[in-house]
Nanobody, 129 residues
Framework: QVQLVESGGGLVQAGGSLRLSCVAS????????MGWFRQAPGKEREFVAA????????HYADSVKGRFTISRDNAKNTVYLQIDSLKPEDTAVYYC??????????????????????WGQGTQVTVSS
């Protein structure tokens, strides 16, 4: 089992940047593909980005391509989400998630909430216009 703790959220003006972090503890971090999801008030949780176990492959939702960058540091048991050019519609709680079953990174699978086995508690990102 793995425990996930997100941080780095906050209130930022439109056009600004944030870097979210998710630290994992428990089992070996490199066993897990990692994903970021977000949930805005009144909406379902949606996929944002995912990264393979060793970081060689990534996948993004169309709505964030070019503005969000996912990365990981397996030595630090941490996955990051760099968010640039923030928009008010990016306001949401951002969650990281871990998937221990996806040994071969498959974008379509990585974008599915049901694929992930463990979730963090989320970090709030609020973008003011």
């Amino acid at each position: 089992q793995v425990q996930l703790v997100e941080s780095g959220g906050g209130l930022v003006q439109a056009g600004g940047s944030l870097r979210l972090s998710c630290v994992a503890s428990g089992r070996t971090f490199s066993r897990y593909a990692m994903g970021w999801f977000r949930q805005a008030p009144g909406k379902e949780r949606e996929f944002v980005a995912a990264i393979s176990r060793r970081g060689g492959s990534t996948h993004y939702a169309d709505s964030v391509k070019g503005r969000f960058t996912i990365s990981r540091d397996n030595a630090k048991n941490t996955v990051y989400l760099q968010i640039d050019s923030l928009k008010p519609e990016d306001t949401a709680v951002y969650y990281c998630a871990a998937d221990e079953r996806m040994s071969v990174f498959t974008p379509g699978v990585a974008a599915s909430r049901e694929e992930y086995d463990y979730w963090g508690q989320g970090t709030q990102v609020t973008v003011s216009s």
